[in-house]
């Protein structure tokens, strides 16, 4: 393997934490210097991800794709069933492009902090927001078994034994996760990616 690409939002893009410290460039750090490039564009929805796609990804020609997106569209309201096809349609052009696809699944938040932002509410509320995620996060992970591509658990990575979110993994804003929270997700994906293929 030499070359893996971490397309999404925020969460792949690193809000508000140093380039060399966000989870793609720790992830390069730990896969031995596999080149890991991240394309990840905060605000991003499913749809934007897809619509760069062959620009972003495919022309780049990696020989994986790790795919995590859905948060911005579930915040304006959209249904879980668009963000899954969105992602699928790339999972799927991956395959047809000779490029592993990998479902990174997003990470919860902490509603409490995020009620203290200055930014616009999600459009059905945060609770609602919170369950589409965990809806997102759980067809996802069936689905992705059931067509045999692997999954990043980043979002179980974030929750505590008692089912709430860990807040030391995340920034003030309550969303984004913070420098422990994406070394904690660089650590996951490696050894996951090590794993699925077999390196060492």
């Known amino acids: 393997m030499r070359k893996i690409i971490c397309h999404g939002d925020s969460l792949t ?3 508000d934490i140093e380039p060399a410290f966000r989870w793609p460039s720790l ?9 890991t490039i991240n394309t990840g564009i905060g605000g ?3 749809a934007g991800l897809l619509s760069r796609y062959r620009a972003d990804v495919v022309s780049q020609q990696p020989d994986a794709v790790i795919l995590m997106g859905g948060t911005n569209d579930l915040w304006w309201g959209l249904p879980v069933n668009i963000v ?3 992602l699928y349609a790339m999972a799927y052009q991956a395959r047809h492009h000779e490029i592993a696809p990998v479902f990174g699944l997003p990470t919860p938040f902490d509603i409490q902090q995020a009620l203290q932002q200055p930014w616009n509410p999600p459009e059905q509320g945060y609770e609602r927001l919170l369950k589409d995620i965990k809806t997102l996060t759980q067809r996802l992970a069936k689905e992705a078994r059931e067509s045999e591509i692997p999954v990043l658990e980043f979002h179980g990575l974030f929750m505590e034994d008692n089912h709430k979110v860990n807040p030391d993994l995340l920034l003030e804003d309550g969303v984004h996760p913070n420098g ?4 904690e997700m660089a650590a996951l994906a ?3 990616l090590k794993r699925i293929f077999l390196l060492p």
Do not use: C, K, S, W
């Not at 992830?27 to 080149?35: C, H, R, S, V, Y």
């Open 44 to 46: 991003d929805t499913t």
């Open 13 to 15: 893009q690193g809000a």
């Open 84 to 86: 899954i096809a969105n």
């Open 180 to 183: 422990q929270g994406h070394r």
């Open 190 to 192: 490696a050894a996951e």
């Open 27 to 35: 992830l390069q750090n730990a896969m031995g210097g596999i080149e």
